[in-house]
């Protein structure tokens, strides 16, 4: 059995070459405020890839995606083992954009601090009298450049994500930036009007695109997992306050309120964390992680 070592490997992601495409394992690695923590949340690397492959089937027919296959049985027999079955996607190689393109439907986190200081997010003026955890007027795109691991990534507009990519793409900047923006935006529309069927609001989400070897934009990474979004409940929802989540953001909360934990988690935080991780995939998909 020929065995493979991953060709990169990101906070939570490792990305293995097999030749023609690319296998994602998605890792119980956990990593809040660009750390990666000391802990293992168990099977949160099955719910990422699980929960990307139901979007990516719902949002096919917005923009192409770069998924081929979640069974180990596509793949070479070296991920044919247990670590990686369930937790793990073939994927098709891109030229990947470096732009996070980000979206807001709701002003919470730093979006709120910059509101509260001058109101406006990434220098876009806001209405006067919103409240922290509101609905927006209309889901913002505020984009941002992509960093290396232990490095903030940088907040940017659209105008600036255009010229990043002009850089790139000489005569195609303005063409490429415009593609993100309107395919996050209507990625997030439409998945965050299905969520509300299923008792999820999503306030927040990051995609990432690339581009395939004919230059067409097409969607990677992940997608609308509780680690590159801010999942809310629906029932108690009420704004003015935080909300309670079904992502990291737990984590986050107890990190904050332990500076002294050097990134180590307790078990029941570990165990609260997957509890909720595995509720938001059984409420928007219908089915249960083993």
Request: proline share 5%; glycine share 8%.
């Amino acid at each position: 059995m020929k065995e493979f070592k991953p060709v990169k490997e990101g906070k939570v992601r490792e990305i293995y070459d097999i030749g023609d495409s690319l296998i994602m394992v998605a890792t119980d690695r956990i990593s809040a405020f660009d750390v990666i923590l000391k802990n293992q949340v168990t099977k949160k690397g099955t719910v990422l890839t699980q929960m990307s492959r139901f979007w990516f089937d719902f949002t096919k027919d917005i923009i192409p995606n770069h998924m081929i296959s979640v069974d180990v049985e596509d793949m070479p027999e070296f991920f044919r083992q247990p670590q990686f079955d369930g937790n793990s996607m073939k994927v098709k190689k891109l030229n990947m954009l470096p732009i996070e393109c980000i979206v807001r439907g709701y002003i919470t986190g730093s979006g709120w601090k910059n509101y509260l200081k001058d109101g406006t997010i990434a220098g876009l003026a806001l209405p006067e009298g919103l409240k922290e955890c509101g609905k927006l007027p209309e889901p913002l795109y505020t984009p941002s450049t992509k960093a290396e691991i232990g490095d903030h990534d940088e907040n940017i507009n659209f105008e600036q994500s255009a010229q990043v990519l002009e850089k790139m793409f000489p005569g195609k900047g303005q063409q490429y930036a415009e593609t993100l923006r309107n395919s996050t935006i209507a990625l997030y529309k439409k998945c965050a009007d299905y969520a509300l069927t299923r008792g999820i609001i999503i306030a927040d989400t990051k995609f990432e695109f690339g581009l395939d070897e004919d230059g067409n934009v097409v969607l990677g990474d992940e997608m609308l997992t509780p680690d590159s979004s801010r999942f809310w409940p629906v029932a108690g929802y009420e704004e003015g306050h935080d909300q309670p989540s079904f992502d990291k953001q737990y984590v986050r909360n107890w990190l904050k309120e332990n500076p002294d934990s050097g990134y180590d988690l307790p078990q029941d935080v570990i165990d609260r964390t997957i509890e909720k991780y595995k509720e938001a995939y059984q409420l928007l998909t219908g089915s249960e992680i083993e």
